[in-house]
């Protein structure tokens, strides 16, 4: 499959695959679709999550800092 002359990349990359093909015969989809729902949905939605939980700890940090200060 992967041909990039660094193993390890080509064995992750390789093992990558598999594993989504194997999902998606679990799940009666093709392996575009599959890469479809984890690359244009979910990977976006979990880092907009991931954006606005990192700004809700910034700020409840700032207000602790404020109120160790005060």
Known sequence: MANSGITWIDTIFDWAVIALVELAKFLGITYEE?????????WPLLTLALIFWAGSLWRQNRQLRRQVNA
């Open 34 to 42: 599959i890469n479809v729902w984890l690359f244009c949905v979910a």
